[in-house]
């Protein structure tokens, strides 16, 4: 092999390394890792921000005046939605929110688990909540398994709930079951969620209970910086209803449609009645 040849093999060579070393670091970028425990998803994508509906001042609908009718209204029908829509998350995510504060261990089963205690009112739960990834969808793998002997029913290693989350941890999905009937797994509600920063968040509750009279109903609830928007969704009546507020300045508005026949109706930043959008 002459001078010639000799350098120009050479030269392919060490592009070839140099291309496969190139190669590799980007896949080993994009490879979730296995060998350490996944993160949290935010307890965002269990939870909204519906903190000015709970202010003492306007929450008593016994000491409302009319000139804060629209705003009263809103909180009402928040009210409503927490004790219905939202309730079969409430307990689940405050036992999920616990596990910020703890440790996973690596088990036999290739599995992350987070094992602590909770106590929540007059119930103490167990919880054992397992990550994993699963390799073929580049997804973590979800599952809370709860125990309790003050629950009742009582609770044992029962899946309360169970989900995926995409890798980067930005979207996902929640699937919880009915702790009513624990012999059984029987799904309740649905939540699929998108945080891609703090200051977006989008969460969607499906009723997904074809046993219950509200089957169908979904509850969207979206956050844009400082809109906040809840979208009620009847799916018997096939119509949406709307609330708005502004995080920022505590404005909003009520599209409702047993409200006022359903036109929009403003609240400024004191949660006065007004006529049109504040300024």
Known sequence: ????????????VTTIIFLMSLFACEKNTTEPETDSPPPLPPVASMRMELSLFNTPSNNSL???????????????????????????????????????????????????????????????????LAGWIDMQTTEVVWEMYVSSNTHSPELDHFLWYEGRSKIGNKEGWWLFYDDKSSDSL??????????????????????????????????????DNYDNFLMFFDASENRTSTIYWSTETGAG???????????????????????????
């Open 62 to 128: 016994a000491k409302t005046t009319l000139s804060k009718q629209n705003f009263t209204a809103a909180s009402l029908r928040v009210l409503i939605i927490k004790t219905t829509v939202t309730l079969a998350a409430i307990v689940p995510t405050a036992i999920f929110a616990a596990a910020i504060s703890q440790e996973p261990v690596l088990q036999e089963d290739g599995k992350f688990h987070w094992i602590y205690t909770v106590q929540d009112d007059n119930n103490t739960f167990s919880a054992d």
């Open 1 to 12: 092999m002459n001078t010639l040849l000799r350098s120009k093999y050479a030269i392919l």
């Open 186 to 223: 029987s799904e309740v509600l649905k939540i699929d969620w998108q945080i891609p920063d703090e200051d977006h968040q989008e969460l969607i509750l499906s009723n997904v209970n074809q046993s219950n009279a509200d089957y169908g109903d979904s509850l969207k609830y979206s956050l």
């Open 253 to 279: 508005y009520i599209e409702w449609f047993d409200y006022k026949n359903g036109a929009r109706s403003y609240w400024d930043e004191d949660q006065n009645d007004v006529p049109q959008p504040p300024a």
